[in-house]
């Protein structure tokens, strides 16, 4: 084999280990939807909504890491990507979370005197 | 990268060793993170905490098995889209080109089960954007969704008509890695919607 050819025969080598990869990863991600479907099914019990809810959440952390890492190919990006997304990422969680926040913790309304500073 | 990778890759090198039209759509995704965060916070907030006067039975509303059938549509054509990038990293840009018409025609089913989940709550519910605060921030999150697939499909068929033509080379490699990234966080955005508007509802 040639010199010139041995990168490309690597590259396709990698680029198979890859297809694989994919392949687990969709298997991985349909799995979990179906996971989800059954859970839906004990929503009638009242008692387990906050479980089921962590669970949920939980999933959805799990999909979202995978697709991120596996499929935008971020486990193979430099640290730069890494920080110019999360950044975004961390803000637009930072806003959630500080939003949802003043609401549950501010449910009370300024009176007309700590509006008008009386 | 090497000059010599870069040459390979038909790019010019960069300081940061990073394809230009790469960086810029990783930029763009960040910033579109804290757009949708602020839609998914508002429908939080109106759903969770301040939810609307008259009780909307919500959970009656959604078809559960489409919504799955919707996701399921958008996660096989993230898949066929991952397929595709690499098969350009290998140089095949046919095998690209069929996964390409793979994501097209998966990313034309979701958006035409969207259209149907539309007309039915408008149709059977009578839920539009003005009727409820449900309706708005439903039709609002949903529609800005759908609205980024259309423009992932109307991009993607860009590409498509370009291969057909004959003109798409081993050199067009990070034009479909970027729009791949675009897809990808279409599919990533649907994720998060999905159990927070869809699977909360019925917990």
């Known amino acids: ?118 | 990268m090497s000059e010599t990778a870069a040459t390979a890759h038909h790019e010019m090198p960069t300081n940061t060793g990073i394809s230009n039209k790469k960086l810029v759509m990783w930029a763009f995704l960040s910033s579109d993170c804290m757009f949708f965060g602020t839609l998914i916070s508002t429908h939080l907030i109106y759903r969770r905490l301040n939810p609307d006067p008259e009780s909307i039975p919500v959970a009656e509303f959604f078809n559960m098995p489409l919504a799955f059938f919707m996701t399921l549509a958008l996660l096989l054509s993230s898949f066929f889209m991952a397929m595709a990038v690499s098969a350009m990293h290998t140089g095949k840009v046919n095998r690209a080109t069929a996964n390409l018409a793979g994501v097209i025609i998966l990313g034309a089913v979701f958006l035409g089960c969207m259209a149907y989940e539309y007309v039915h709550l408008v149709h059977h519910f009578e839920l539009t954007p003005s009727s409820s605060i449900f309706g708005s921030t439903f039709y609002v999150l949903t529609g800005t969704h759908g609205v980024h697939v259309i423009v992932g499909l109307i991009w993607l068929l860009g590409w498509m008509f370009y291969s057909i033509s004959g003109r798409m080379t081993t050199a067009n490699e990070a034009d479909i890695e970027v729009v791949g990234l675009y897809w990808h966080f279409v599919e990533l955005v649907w994720v998060v919607l999905f159990s927070v508007v869809y699977l909360l509802e019925f917990i």
């Open chain 1, 1 to 118: 084999m040639s010199s010139s050819s041995q990168p490309s025969h690597d590259l396709e080598k990698q680029e198979k280990k890859k297809y694989l990869a994919y392949f687990n990863v969709a298997v991985v991600l349909i799995a979990v939807m179906f996971f989800e479907m059954v859970i839906i099914n004990f929503s009638t019990l009242d008692s387990l909504s906050s479980v089921l809810a962590g669970i949920v959440f939980g999933l959805l952390m799990l999909k979202f890491v995978t697709l991120l890492t596996w499929f935008m190919h971020l486990r193979w990006e430099g640290s730069l990507i890494w920080v110019l997304f999360l950044s975004g990422l961390v803000l637009a969680l930072g806003t959630v979370l500080a939003i949802m926040a003043i609401m549950w913790f501010g449910h009370h309304t300024l009176s007309p005197e700590e509006a008008t500073g009386g």
